[in-house]
C-alpha cells in the first residue's frame, strides 16, 4: 500500500523515496491514522521511529570491553525490545563459555604473558529472593546433601588452570586461565528454578538466575585481587530437556504472532552474550584475612586454608566503639570503611563525610552498593548489633549468698503482705549463647570467672528432687530465653578441675 503526504511541491521527490523505503514498516499505521495530510515532523514523531532512535547505543557503550564472554546456549525469542535476554538451561547439562580477548593493541600490557583469574557463580537475579540468599542456598544443601549448585566440566574444557570449587559455597567456582590462549570452560547447573518458588498449585513459574564472572588480575603481592571486568546474563534451569521443550513453545507462540505484534519482541540468538556488570559484592578478595586464592606458585587447594577451613576462626565484629561518628572527616571515613570491611566502595565515598554517610537512607545504600553489603554497610552505621540466639543470667553461689537465701525463703510470707522485699540483693552475669552448644557455656562460664576451660570438667543441672542432670547440647537448645541460675561449684575427683552445677 502506497499512502501519500502533502508536502510543498519541492519535496515531492524526496517523498516518494521516503514513502517507498518505509512502505512496508508504515502500512499497519497508516490504516489506523487514516489519510489526512501529515507533516514530516508528524510522521518522524511515530513510535517506530521512537523506538528506533532509542535503540542507537550511547556514546559510553560503544567502548570496546577487555573481555568478553559467550554461552553457547540459545535466547528465548519470547522477550521484548529493550529488556535483558533470557537463555533456557537444562540441569546437569555441560554449556561452553568462551573466554574470549577482546582488547585493543597495547591495552592493558601488565597482563600480557599472565594468568587473570575468573571467578563464575549463580546468583539470584529477583531482589526479594537476593535478600535471603543465604537462607535459601543452606535450605538447597539441606534438601540436596553432598550435591553442588554449579559444576566445571573438567574433561571438556579447553585452557583452564587450576580449577577450584570451595566446597562451602556451592553456587561458585574459579580458575586461572591464559588470555592469550583459547580458553572454554564447559559448566553445569544443578539446581531448577522451582525450587525455590513458593508451591501452592503446581504449574508454578520458576526464578530467574544470573550467571556473572567476575575476572581479577595479580598484585604486587601475587594475589589476584585487581578487579578487571565483569559480566552476566540472565538464565532459567528446567529439568533435563525441559529447556529444549520452553525454546520450543517459545517459537510457536511467536509464529503465531502477527507481523506487527512480532516487531515487539527480539529474535533468538543462536548465542548469551553476557553483558558488563558491577562485579559481585561478596567476593573474597574484600576480606583482608587469608581467602583460598591464587598465589604465584599456583599451589592446589586446601580445604584447610583461609576462610574454606572449618576451623577457620572469624575475624571478630567490630567494637562499638568504632561507630562512624557525624563529625568524622571524609579521610577518617575512608579508614572507617576499610576497617569495617568495606573497601570495595571506598572510591564511590571518596569525598563522604561522616555526617553524609549517615544521613543516607536504608534504600540509598542498597541501591548503592546492592543488596547484600547495601544491609551490612546500613546495619554498620547503625551501630546495630547481631542479637544473640540465647542469653542466660547467671550468680555465683557462696556461703554468704545461701544464708541470704535462707532470709529470703523466711520473709516469704511477709513479702507477699505487704508487697515490700528486704530480701538479698543478688548480682548476675548475663552470657551470650550463639552456637548453643555445652562446649560454648563451658567456654563462656570459664571466660566469665577468669579461669581456664581445662579446669571445668562437666556441667550438671539440678533436677527435680535434687539430681544432678548432665548439661547436653539438646538441653542448651531448650533453655528459655533470659534464664537465671546459680552456679555452685563441687571439687572433682579425679584432678584439679571443677564440676558446675545450675541451680
Known sequence: MAWALKLPLADEVIESGLVQDFDSSLSGIGQELGAGAYSMSDVLALPIFKQEESSLPPDNENKILPFQYVLCAATSPAVKLHDETLTYLNQGQSYE??????????????????????????????????????????GWRWNRPGDRILDIDIPMSV????????????????????????????????????????????????????????TFK????????????SASCQIKVFKPKGA??????????????????????QPSYETTILTECSPWPEITYVNNSPSPGFNSSHSSFSIGEGNGSPNHQPEPPPPIADNLLPTSTPQEAQQWLHRNRFSTFSRLFTNFSGADLLKLTRD??????????????????KGRMVRPRLTIYVCQETLELREQQQQQQQQQEQKHENGDSNGAFFVYHAIYLEELTAVELTEKIAQLFSISPCQISQIYKQGPTGIHVLISDEMIQNFQEEACFILDTMKAETNDSYHIILK
Request: proline residues 5%; charged residues 35%; glycine residues 6%.
Open 97 to 138: 563459555i568462551r573466554m574470549l580477548d577482546n582488547r585493543k593493541l597495547g591495552e592493558l600490557p601488565e597482563i600480557n604473558g599472565k594468568l587473570v583469574k575468573s571467578i563464575f557463580r549463580v546468583v539470584f537475579h529477583d531482589r526479594r529472593l537476593q535478600y535471603t540468599e543465604h537462607q535459601q542456598l543452606e
Open 159 to 214: 585452557g583452564i588452570i587450576d580449577p577450584r570449587a570451595n566446597p562451602t559455597q556451592l553456587n561458585t567456582v574459579e580458575f586461572l586461565w591464559d588470555p592469550a590462549k583459547r580458553t572454554s570452560v564447559f559448566i553445569q547447573v544443578h539446581c531448577i528454578s522451582t525450587e525455590f518458588t513458593m508451591r501452592k498449585h503446581g504449574g508454578e513459574k520458576g526464578v530467574p538466575f544470573r550467571v556473572q564472572i567476575d
Open 218 to 229: 595479580e598484585n604486587e603481592n601475587g594475589e589476584y585481587t585487581e578487579h578487571l571486568h
Open 244 to 265: 529444549d521443550r520452553k525454546q520450543k513453545t517459545d517459537r510457536e507462540k511467536m509464529e503465531k504472532r502477527t507481523p506487527h505484534e512480532k516487531e515487539k519482541y
Open 364 to 381: 540509598d545504600v542498597i541501591q548503592i552498593c546492592g543488596p547484600a553489603d547495601g544491609i551490612r554497610l546500613f546495619n554498620a552505621l
